[in-house]
């Protein structure tokens, strides 16, 4: 049984969250505390020095916070930012509004994503919408056509839209915002509302802002603004397997389901599942948007063999400034060493995060056998792709 407790636009950001993660955790993190910090860690010195010499000379860089086992290791700002900055989170809003929906399903609040979208809209008779499934729009597969008008549009005249039949792969923020409908229309709260009852509190999140239009409904796609403490927490509630400290938030089938495959993206490897990107190397996850990523990112790593499967991520376009900055790791390898290349399309610079351990340090305090590693980065960039650079396989258009 779940148990829950009722208790605009900046172009300007780059903010980098790292979550060095064990899969199992004896006890989960209570999120809705401040983040406590370990300094006590091996490799923090090693860290530190990349972090210095890679990450802090960027003009565009605002932050960096990196989470090991539950705890801050390593945090910092840059170029006039402070702890308590807030930005755009852009479309890593979408993986929050689905954490949302999950808990209205598992409350019973909302039907079954295989469900007729007619069952989440009863007051409209629209025949499009009877040949749909909340599944659809939670999977970007469900056929509608991009209209950025969307946010001031009503209800019937986002599910009116034009649209070419469901199954393929759209990413597209009109049909995503539906998903807030939904969600308004099954509770009778809008996003914010709900999220303020039986989400932020478990994050300790305070009244985020987050716009909204028709109905007051917030945004289903962009929007949500968070500090780079408080956005990194939708991460590590997912790592928990849905467990703020001793209560679950979120249950484990619908972590499973969203963060499982739900519609093939014909965009190399990566899928998608419930509003969660799913690069296909080894088990990962995460969330992307124009100004973050805040993803769990699950790479196998075994020592004893001396090599590594490393995934590939990509950040990814905004409205005006469309353009791509991504963290790819070395696929293959024969050492303990990382690569992390960083690179943005068009945007004027790239570099790298060389050897991250040479000395086997940072993997052997990460531990033996599989571990994973989670990169969250926000791009603050110029410059047009519409598809992944050949070469450059991890760089993504997403907005």
């Given at each position: ?52 010499d ?19 290791v ?97 990413y ?32 300790g ?32 509630l ?6 703020s ?31 969660w ?26 020592l ?18 469309r ?77």
């Amino acid at each position: 049984m779940l148990r829950y407790s009722c208790s605009k636009l900046n172009i300007y950001l780059l903010v980098s969250v790292v979550i060095l993660y064990t899969p199992v955790l004896s006890q989960s993190t209570d999120l809705s505390l401040e983040w406590t910090t370990n300094n006590n860690i091996p490799f923090l010195t090693e860290l530190e020095n990349t972090i210095e010499d890679e990450v802090a000379v960027l003009s565009t860089v605002k932050g960096i916070i990196v989470i090991y086992k539950g705890q801050v290791v390593l945090e910092n700002y840059y170029n006039g930012s402070s702890v308590d900055d807030v930005y755009n989170i852009w479309s890593v809003t979408k993986s929050f509004i689905s954490t949302l929906v999950g808990q209205a399903v598992d409350m019973g609040m909302m039907d079954d994503p295989d469900s007729s979208a007619s069952n989440f809209f009863p007051d409209y008779d629209i025949d499009y919408v009877e040949s749909i499934k909340l599944h659809h729009l939670l999977g970007m597969s469900s056929g509608y056509q991009e209209d950025w008008g969307f946010l001031s549009n009503s209800t019937e005249e986002i599910l009116s839209g034009e649209a070419n039949g469901p199954g393929a792969f759209f990413y597209n923020n009109n049909a995503c915002h539906l998903n807030a409908h939904a969600l308004y229309y099954g509770t009778g709260q809008t996003p914010h509302e709900f999220a303020s009852t039986y989400l932020f509190p478990f994050l300790g999140i305070e009244d985020p802002p987050w716009s909204d239009g028709y109905l007051d409904i917030n945004n289903g796609s962009y929007g949500l603004q968070l500090n780079l403490r408080d956005m990194v927490k939708l991460g590590q509630l997912y790592i928990q397997d849905g467990f703020s400290g001793n209560e679950q938030v979120l249950s484990t089938e619908w972590i499973e389901r969203a963060t499982s495959p739900q519609v093939d993206t014909n965009w190399g490897n990566y899928g998608y599942g419930y509003l969660w990107w799913l690069p296909q190397i080894g088990l990962s996850y995460q969330a992307s948007g124009a100004g973050y990523l805040a993803d769990k990112m699950i790479t196998d790593i075994d020592l004893d063999r001396g090599s590594a499967r490393i995934i590939a991520l990509g950040s990814g376009a905004a409205f005006l400034i469309r353009g791509g900055i991504g963290i790819a790791l070395d696929e293959e390898f024969n050492d303990t060493s990382i690569l992390l290349n960083l690179a943005a399309l068009n945007a004027g610079w790239y570099f790298t995060f060389k050897t991250v351990s040479k000395n086997d340090n940072l993997l052997t305090n990460i531990g033996k056998s599989k571990k994973s590693i989670s990169f969250s980065l926000a791009p603050s960039i110029t410059g047009s792709f519409d598809r992944p650079s050949p070469g450059l396989s991890f760089m993504m258009n997403f907005y």
